[in-house]
């Protein structure tokens, strides 16, 4: 490519992953550079008419699609991210990995690294790949190729080794557990059914609620954030257009979040995790005042009773009254009397983006399945009452799962995705078991493949790793290098990772943060700006459409595709061909037109020249039932994916397989803790931790992508700066807290639990309630004493490390008990001389020279 090129690609810069693309981009190079990243235009090649936008009206107004892609900052921005300080520039080994002599792992996160050429590094993955093969067997290598992240397909950002592992005699697959959507996976199933992941059914709800809801329920949700990375701006516009048409915005949330400040006519501070209370008093103020749906309930549930006699406290437990909720979630009981009264008038939808406390938390199966309950009590499915999401449209490429008018049909291009397409080994480890799994001697057992797509009955099959006739992890392949970060027990991973049984961790990425610090070997990948590939915008809300991402710039360094990098170890291992099928780059993006949809409708000539193809909105889209209102209609004949065919207030299936479970009884139930957790305020162990920590997804981040972006970080609630220049992630605190621990804006602070502890900035601010403390999840990794303290901020590193339940094998990231101290940045400094004199650039984050024996070449 000459460097005096001047031209504009298309690149989808969702951060989905998974083939799945969205916030489609227009993307400006100059003289071999990205110089700006715009809005794209869908009205460029194709007219208004030919797409046939949709159009909501409710009295004056209207809503409509726009003729641009409805981009967030994130993609506005990525031309940060591709330059980062941060790229890891060459391939490298750990310096003191000797894998003819001493290995070292418990320096791993410790000692730095060295630059080797990409024939020694690849010389050295085919090498270890063939030993442990052959003294191992199959299955010991850890396939970690999952996760949020570039949207790729050729050059897939999320899997690509497992093709290569799956030639060599197989692999273990970490199964990603269902992590957004924990307490629907593990709960709202056993009610409703709905796979794949348990949240409810989303077909034509922008039209239904606006002619009919009076009022929306934001239940632990935030649409000026979350949906930034997976579908742009959509969601913000929705949430505008609702107050434009008079419905009622209630945000049930323990912080003032962003979709809150700007959208709620009312803010219902919850405490942490406890919103069960306050659902069973909404239920018991129905039941007293006789203002639900009994002929609904009648006709549409089975097992009422058992709900009910808990609620009302008939079954010897205490009664579920407003007063006894006001005392564990913090709301007081005038506040729950008035919402149920007004949610029991007027036609209400409850609104979720996924994350936080409410439905990522320790026994999160239960407040997802009484939400169900409760719409059930208002009669589920009827005009507007139904559970909406601003989030991941068209998941699975499902119209069930899409709120706005359908289109034509789904694009795809799996058939050109190189990465993990969910399927299973025969080997597999739940990811939030890898820890307990490597550190320990005896086999280990768990229910259920944990991954959304599998259906609610796998979740009473009981599976064991290692197989039989399978073998121990031994080598660890990852392309998905923030487990530390993201996941649920940061610290334990830290330590599972420096284990004497794991003998090579190889790992593939971009930039040099997080778990690349724990690896043996790194191959430096590159971003989608650095290749040739072909994609989908199916998860944004406006218009479907197919395009092709021209190659905008050379690779950054010695960089090379997910893909490629995996080519050159199938090069040294004679499987290329194999492992390629005889394809190129060019012939995969070919297929993936041809299988699109899009090749009935235009020619892949055609399509190259115009660079996209826009999927029309399908005609007939304004007679779609809406929601469950099939099943409001007639449940007989449009039955739940129940064994019943209705909404099981009372699973048999639990009852019967699970007899003897506390934590997750066949019926919803209260639970503050129990046998897997004391994580709440009505546990002694609160004395010591009386704080609950609020994690939701960041604002100014994806998970742990873009922490290393300079104009994100410039904004004053990205980062607080430190009295040492350095930027610390921001830490909410209420001032009757502060004031408890003499804290004010701008302290350095610690939070901290029996599991470690990790830096922040306060920020102290009445938009966080008393007795709860927030910090984003997924800061950047910045290990002051690597498996105890971060300087960084991950506070998935002290999280608990149990899953959701005992048989529900989820994640538990938010709503734990912590504590709060300022910190004496001197004391630490001095006790820590190494990690706080790493180089730092205020922009970027401690510079990956830091890292590199004689810094950066």
């Known amino acids: 490519m000459s460097k005096k090129d001047k031209k504009t690609c298309i690149k989808g810069i969702g951060l989905c992953g998974f083939g799945s693309g969205s916030n489609s981009a227009a993307v400006d190079v100059q003289d071999g550079k990205v110089v700006r990243i715009r809005n794209f235009r869908y009205d460029k090649e194709y007219t208004p008419e030919e797409m046939k936008p949709w159009r909501l009206q409710v009295n004056d107004k209207i809503f409509e699609p726009t003729m641009k892609s409805l981009l967030p900052p994130y993609s506005m921005i990525y031309k940060k991210r591709t330059y980062s300080k941060n790229r890891i520039p060459y391939p490298m080994k750990r310096v003191d990995w000797d894998p003819e002599g001493e290995r070292n792992p418990q320096n791993r996160g410790i000692s730095k690294f060295v630059r080797i050429s990409w024939d020694e590094a690849t010389d050295l993955i085919a090498k270890e790949l063939k030993r442990v093969y052959k003294e191992y067997g199959p299955y010991t290598v850890l396939a970690q190729g999952d996760g949020h992240g570039e949207t790729k397909t050729v050059h897939a950002a999320h899997g690509c080794q497992m093709k290569l592992l799956d030639l060599l005699g197989g692999y273990t697959l970490q199964a990603r557990n269902a992590d957004s959507w924990e307490g629907w996976y593990w709960g709202a199933k056993h009610v409703w059914g709905q796979d794949p992941v348990g949240q409810g059914k989303q077909t034509n709800l922008f039209k239904d609620i606006s002619e009919n809801s009076k009022m929306v329920l934001f239940w632990g949700c935030d649409p000026e954030t979350t949906p930034w990375g997976w579908g742009g701006q959509q ?138 309950c409760l719409l059930a009590m208002q009669g589920l499915g009827k005009p507007g009452r139904n559970q909406f999401k601003f989030i991941e449209w068209q998941l699975f490429g499902s119209n069930e799962q899409m709120p706005a008018p359908r289109s034509e049909f789904i694009p795809t291009v799996k058939s050109a995705y190189t990465g993990w397409r969910y399927t299973m080994s025969p080997q597999f480890l739940p990811k939030t078991l890898i820890p307990k799994a490597i550190q320990s001697d005896e086999p280990l057992t768990w229910y259920g493949q944990t991954m959304a797509g599998y259906p609610r009955e796998d979740q009473f099959i009981e599976y064991q790793y290692p197989i039989e006739g399978g073998a121990p992890i031994h080598m660890i392949w990852t392309d998905t290098p923030c487990w530390t970060t993201c996941w649920t027990g940061g610290n334990e991973m830290i330590e599972a990772l ?165 934590e997750r009884k066949p019926y919803p139930q209260w639970i503050a803790f129990g ?183």
């Open 235 to 372: 969601a913000s516009r929705l949430s505008y257009w609702f107050t434009d048409i008079g419905i009622k915005s209630v945000y049930i949330c323990p912080d003032l979040n962003y979709g809150a400040a700007v959208h709620a006519d009312k803010w219902i501070p919850v405490l942490p995790n406890t919103d069960l209370a306050m659902q069973f008093a909404i239920a018991y103020i129905w039941l007293t005042e006789d203002s639900y749906d009994k002929d609904y309930i009648e006709t549409h549930t089975i097992g009422f009773d058992y709900l009910q006699r808990h609620a009302l406290g008939e079954d010897g437990t205490e009664p579920k009254t407003p007063e006894w909720a006001e005392k564990i979630c913090g709301v007081p009981a005038r506040t729950i009397k008035a919402l149920a009264r007004k949610w029991a008038k007027e036609a209400t939808t409850i609104a979720h983006s996924n994350g936080g406390s409410y439905i990522r938390s320790c026994y999160s199966h239960e407040p997802a399945r009484m939400e169900v």
């Open 498 to 662: 420096r284990n004497s049984k794991i003998e090579c961790i190889v790992a593939q990425h971009p930039w040099l943060e997080n778990d690349c610090l724990f690896a043996d070997i790194i191959l430096p990948t590159s971003t989608k700006m650095e290749s040739r590939d072909i994609s989908v915008d199916t998860l944004s809300g406006n218009f479907n459409h197919l395009f092709y991402e021209e190659q905008c710039i050379e690779p950054v360094g010695e960089a090379k595709s997910d893909w490629e990098a995996v080519c050159e170890v199938a090069q040294k291992l004679g499987l290329l061909e194999q492992y390629t099928d005889g394809m190129s780059e060019m012939d995969l993006i070919e297929k993936g037109f041809m299988e699109s949809g899009v090749q009935t409708k235009i020619s892949f000539e055609e399509f190259l020249a115009k660079g996209y193809y826009m999927i029309p909105t399908a005609d007939g889209w304004e007679d779609d039932i809406p929601g469950f209102g099939k099943f409001y209609q007639d449940p007989k004949q449009y039955p739940l994916e129940t064994p019943s065919g209705l909404l099981e207030i009372f699973s048999q299936d639990l009852a019967d397989v699970f007899p003897d479970d506390q």
């Open 675 to 857: 046998e897997s957790h004391s994580e709440s305020l009505l546990h002694p162990k609160s004395e010591k931790y009386p704080y609950l920590i609020v994690s939701n997804h960041p604002r100014w981040r994806v998970h742990a992508n873009l922490d290393d972006i300079s104009w994100l970080r410039e904004i004053p609630t990205c980062k607080v700066a430190g009295p040492d220049g350095y930027l610390y992630e921001p830490v909410w605190i209420n001032p009757v807290d502060a004031e408890k621990h003499g804290i004010q804006s701008g302290d350095i602070v610690k939070l901290f639990n029996d599991n470690g502890w990790v830096l922040g900035g306060a920020y102290v601010t009445e938009r966080i309630r008393p007795g709860a403390i927030y910090q984003d999840h997924g800061a950047r990794l910045d290990p002051i004493k690597a498996g105890e303290g971060d300087r960084g901020g991950a506070n998935n590193l002290i999280c608990v490390s149990n899953t959701v339940s005992k048989n529900c094998a989820g994640e538990v990231t938010s709503g734990f008990l912590i504590n709060i101290e300022k910190c004496d940045l001197d004391a630490l400094k001095a006790e820590y001389p190494e990690a706080f004199n790493r180089e730092y650039d205020p922009g970027t984050g401690v510079c990956l020279s830091s890292w590199i024996v004689g810094g950066a070449e």
